[in-house]
């Protein structure tokens, strides 16, 4: 899938303009479906749409497992396997409608979701019915995970070197997901932050890590309420962000025993809740 297109821009120097050719980041709408329902409409960078899916199913309480999902396919050729029978293999065609097939019918509306809802790049709440459907009532953490401090100050420079597309286009946004030596063992690109989280967190399901208990997520962006919340469905302890963070988004990691830490920048980091998880050993 296109991720960057090429386009003639002028670019000015002071007082001299110049004829260039410039990489923007694609921005395509993906309808999800499930089980032929129309769910939702996101704005987003094409590519591990798969994933995207099943990260935005789980991370939205819909699904509570890999097993919940029977198999996920573009809509034009819905029973469609490749060769190596994988059910989750994209295919070449209809490319911006996934149809999602759960092994158990959900309801949708019952779940608190308004269907064929659009939402933006950076949306991470649109779709919700109500604003007591937007904080899931889910278990706080309890794990005994610790980290040293410079494990956390490679982190940022880990996650830049991985972003092939942010490097072209300086237009996305990225996750990570790092494991407990510090080793990037996920990363996706997307221009919605909220997205990119999703990509990470479907791939891990889809590949049975999760519960993610003794792994970290790591975010370009700012620290948002919906991010910490999707760091909590898929229980990971430790999030770290480029950015600042929300008052709502530390009220959270405060309640569900998440540490989170913004502004990482070289050696330097603000840690907003539980800050006992960084050692010094």
Not at 29 to 41: A, K, M, N, T
Not at 65 to 76: F, G, L, R, T, V
Request: charge should be negative.
């Amino acid at each position: 899938m296109q991720q960057t297109n090429t386009k003639q821009v002028v670019r000015w120097n002071q007082s001299e303009p110049s004829y260039i050719e410039d990489d923007l980041v694609v921005e395509e709408p993906l309808e999800i479906r499930v089980g032929q329902q129309s769910l939702i409409v996101v704005m987003r960078t094409p590519g591990h749409d798969f994933e995207l899916a099943a990260g935005f199913l789980f991370t939205e309480n819909l699904i509570k497992s890999e097993n919940d999902i029977e198999i996920i396919a573009y809509c034009k050729d819905e029973n469609t396997q490749n060769k190596d029978n994988n059910q989750y293999a994209e295919i070449d065609s209809f490319q911006n409608i996934i149809n999602v097939h759960l092994k158990d019918k959900i309801v949708l509306e019952e779940a608190g979701w308004q269907r064929n809802f659009h939402a933006n790049a950076s949306c991470g709440l649109c779709g919700k019915m109500t604003i007591d459907s937007v904080k899931h009532q889910i278990e706080s953490l309890d794990v005994e995970f610790r980290l040293n401090h410079k494990v956390c100050y490679q982190l940022n420079s880990q996650l830049l070197a991985a972003q092939s597309v942010f490097e072209k286009t300086g237009g996305l946004h990225a996750a990570g997901l790092f494991n407990a030596k510090g080793e990037l063992l996920i990363v996706r690109e997307d221009i919605g932050r909220h997205n990119a989280v999703d990509k990470v967190i479907g791939q891990a399901l889809l590949s049975e890590m999760i519960p993610l208990d003794n792994h970290i997520l790591m975010v370009s962006g700012r620290a948002s309420f919906e991010i910490v919340q999707k760091a909590l469905f898929a229980r990971i302890p430790i999030v770290v962000a480029v950015s600042a963070a929300s008052t709502l988004a530390v009220e959270l990691a405060i309640e569900g025993h998440i540490t989170l830490i913004g502004f990482m920048r070289e050696n330097r980091m603000v840690v907003y809740s539980h800050p006992e998880r960084i050692c010094f050993e």
